[in-house]
């Protein structure tokens, strides 16, 4: 099997015998040289995933996952959870579309400033940045400070807290993630096919619809995947922002390991949620293959 | 490439210049929550209060004199550079296995390194946890770097063999039709070339691990990382000593990013993952 692909690599012309060891030595070599890597990951990421999932049915009981699924509780943080990584996502594109938009069709010198303002927010840590956001949206924060000052309100408004401080802290963060598969697949649009589109007469609403939206497909499909996958499994900014009155499924795992210890039921959640998050990413992965042409699928 | 008429036209265009309002007004958002944390850092205040009622550095000399945050950011310096180290030490070879010749399985081996991306953080933070508890390596920063290497492979080998595919091999072969021998043709050729990649890699894994809380949270045990002890301070006391260190965090992050930069100039995407 090993010569067979190794044979594919090179041209079709007849090789000697030698020629073919060497590539199968190159084969082996290769091969070795991943294993260190293979066995790290294996112990430290897939075995310790494994005995999870094993604490999850010890004793051969189905009964953690029945009380993920019968409690309502669980039930609806899990559609929580699911309801704002979805409204993360769809805010994050709705904003990072244009921006990534204006980053591929503005000057260089436009553009160097535009990413450096994406990037540099992008490598801060999201701790420094929810904290920022405690400061701007709390109750002595900036927005309200401001706001009382120039009289547009009579009392502080609650921002922290709340539903909307959550989301607002994750988009922050997960913008970068969207705007740069966005990025690399607008600008990789040739700039003369909106030109005869408009030429001919088309309204800038049908050339974003039968030129950008399908050529960028991908690169959307690749930003939201990410960002909804990320988006599931959040815990510092909801902690943080939410101050206990919002709850998603990472804090509750936390929770039933650090404060109850109870590992069964938190392998039973981090299997639900695990399972969801492969659900969802092998869906949309699923999708775009079949509905992007290959030729511009080549983004991801 | 555009005639200066049609980028005059386009400049006029209201429709562009909505565009260019609304991204300015994204880039505000994107940069609010780090200039804010700079005032508030420097305020005289006994409390978080914005505008800020005075000048001072005490936050500053607070965060200097507590032995507990030099500690926490010492710890934090350690197990960034240990999960560097490591995840170079795993990954460069790795990335070489994988981009130089074929062999059975190869393509599920690529795909399977990114696995870590994908798993939430919070269920492989208490999978390592329970391993960990067991060896008995709760409270060692090295384990903490052992289970940050996990997270900061997949971007080190990602970004190395992205790095490797666009080296030609050629180089390679020619240095050793000269007589170099396999080790020196790689390390005389091939790693200068790549070495950006493996630059960007290494600022990658170190940010990885120096941000990180929620392993850090696990395994940390009573001796805290920068980020725990940030989260703690911010969970308990309203006072702005994190702003201070968030200030200074934001500075260090930017010298390393512009130094990585330099190192890597020859590259010409931006970097991303």
Redesign the interface.
């Known amino acids: 099997?090993?010569t067979a692909?190794?044979t594919?690599?090179g041209p079709p012309a007849p090789r000697s015998l030698r020629v073919a060891l060497a590539?199968r030595r190159?084969?082996?070599?290769?091969?070795?040289?991943?294993a260190?890597?293979?066995i790290?990951?294996g112990l430290?990421?897939a075995?310790?995933?494994l005995?999870?999932f094993a604490?999850s049915v010890e004793g051969g009981t189905t009964e953690w996952y029945a009380r993920v699924f019968a409690d309502g509780l669980y039930t609806t943080i899990f559609l929580r959870t699911f309801e704002i990584a979805l409204f993360v996502t769809g805010a994050a594109l709705l904003?990072g579309y244009?921006?990534a938009?204006?980053?591929a069709t503005?000057t260089p010198t436009w553009r160097a400033i535009?990413?450096a303002?994406?990037?540099?927010?992008f490598?801060?840590?999201?701790?420094?940045?929810t904290?920022?956001?405690?400061?701007?949206l709390?109750r002595?924060?900036?927005v309200n400070?401001f706001l009382l000052d120039y009289g547009f309100i009579e009392r502080p408004m609650t921002m922290l807290n709340t539903r909307f401080a959550v989301v607002l802290g994750m988009v922050?963060v997960m913008?970068?993630f969207m705007i740069?598969p966005l990025y690399s697949a607008i600008v990789r649009i040739d700039p003369d096919l909106a030109r005869a589109a408009r030429g001919m007469g088309a309204s800038?609403l049908k050339i974003f619809q039968r030129i950008y939206l399908p050529l960028t497909l991908h690169g959307v499909v690749a930003g939201v995947t990410l960002v909804f996958?990320v988006s599931?499994?959040f815990?510092?900014t909801p902690a943080?922002l939410g101050g206990g009155k919002v709850t998603m499924i990472?804090m509750v795992?936390?929770q039933q390991?650090?404060e109850f210890l109870a590992?069964n039921f938190?392998g039973a959640l981090?299997v639900v949620?695990?399972a969801i998050?492969?659900a969802v990413?092998w869906v949309l992965n699923r999708w775009v293959a079949r509905r992007v042409p290959p030729a511009a699928g080549q983004g991801r | 490439m555009a005639h200066p008429t049609r980028r005059r036209r386009a400049r006029r265009d209201p429709a562009r210049i909505l565009l260019r309002a609304f991204a300015g007004l994204v880039f505000f958002f994107l940069m609010l929550p780090l200039v804010v944390v700079f005032p508030i850092s420097f305020s005289a205040g006994s409390y978080l209060r914005f505008p800020p009622p005075g000048f001072s550095l005490q936050w500053y000399e607070r965060y200097w004199n507590d032995p507990i945050w030099i500690d926490a950011t010492i710890r934090s310096l350690q197990v960034g550079v240990a999960t560097t180290v490591l995840a170079l030490a795993v990954g460069i070879p790795l990335a070489f296995g994988l981009t130089r010749a074929r062999f059975p399985l190869r393509g599920a081996i690529e795909q399977s390194i990114s696995a870590p991306m994908i798993v939430p953080h919070i269920v492989l933070s208490i999978a390592i946890y329970g391993l960990f508890s067991k060896l008995g390596l709760i409270g060692e920063w090295y384990g903490i770097a052992i289970a940050h290497t996990v997270l900061a492979l997949p971007f080190v080998v990602i970004v190395l063999v992205a790095g490797l595919r666009n080296f030609d091999l050629n180089l390679e072969l020619a240095a050793r039709g000269m007589g170099a021998s396999r080790f020196q043709a790689i390390r005389r050729v091939t790693l200068p070339m790549v070495a950006p990649s493996v630059y960007s890699a290494a600022f990658l894994a170190f940010i990885t691990s120096f941000d990180e809380l929620v392993v850090a949270m696990f395994l940390s045990g009573a001796n805290m990382t920068l980020p725990k002890k940030m989260f703690d301070n911010i969970m308990t006391e309203i006072e702005p000593t994190v702003a201070a260190v968030s200030a200074l965090k934001i500075l260090f992050i930017s010298i390393l990013l512009l130094l990585s930069l330099r190192f890597r100039k020859a590259a010409d995407t931006p970097i991303a993952h």
């Open positions: 099997m090993s692909d190794a594919r690599a590539e190159a084969a082996l070599g290769a091969f070795l040289l991943t260190p890597g293979l790290f990951l430290l990421f075995m310790p995933l005995q999870l604490l904003i244009p921006v938009f204006f980053l503005t535009g990413f303002l994406v990037m540099l927010p490598w801060t840590s999201v701790l420094v940045r904290y920022a956001w405690m400061i701007i709390g002595n924060g900036i400070r922050h913008l970068p740069l800038r996958v599931l499994g815990y510092i943080l990472a795992i936390e390991v650090r590992w938190a981090s949620l695990l998050t492969l990413f």
